[in-house]
């Protein structure tokens, strides 16, 4: 009798060792499941936040271009003598354009090109 409990207590033992495993390999894969579902938010998420934040970039390129145009657009309009031009250009011995965009970004005013020319 002794060796047919024996035996009863093993088969019992065997049959609670394999539940407990069928029970952790349920909850190891409820558990990667859910791993999936937070990996797949938390990707959403910061690909909001890369989207969000490549928008403000391209809003501040945008926005930085309009303003350089518009620079660009007001010193067409500024009237420069010919002869300030050479002068600059013969003087500080730069190109033709530079003495240009300088004699417009001071209002045509010879001097105060050459000024900063010089600093």
Same mark, same amino acid.
């Given at each position: 009798? $002794? $060796? ?8 019992v033992e065997e049959e609670t060792k394999a ?5 952790? $390999? ?19 998420? !910061?690909?909001?936040? !890369? ?14 271009v309009a303003e350089k145009h518009e620079k ?6 500024v009237k420069i003598n010919k002869e300030d031009?050479?002068? !600059?250009?013969?003087?500080?011995? !730069? ?25």
């Amino acid at each position: 009798m $002794a $060796a047919e409990d024996e035996q009863a207590e093993l088969e019992v033992e065997e049959e609670t060792k394999a539940n407990k495993t069928k029970k952790l $390999a349920k909850h190891d894969s409820g558990a990667a499941d859910l791993e999936k579902v937070t990996d797949y938010v938390e990707e959403a998420e !910061i690909s909001s936040y !890369i989207g969000d934040a490549m928008r403000v970039v391209n809003d501040r390129k945008t926005k930085e271009v309009a303003e350089k145009h518009e620079k660009e657009k007001e010193l067409s309009k500024v009237k420069i003598n010919k002869e300030d031009v050479d002068l !600059i250009v013969y003087e500080m011995e !730069i190109s033709r354009a530079v003495a240009e965009r300088k004699l417009r970004e001071h209002k045509g005013n010879v001097v105060e090109a050459l000024v900063e020319l010089t600093n």
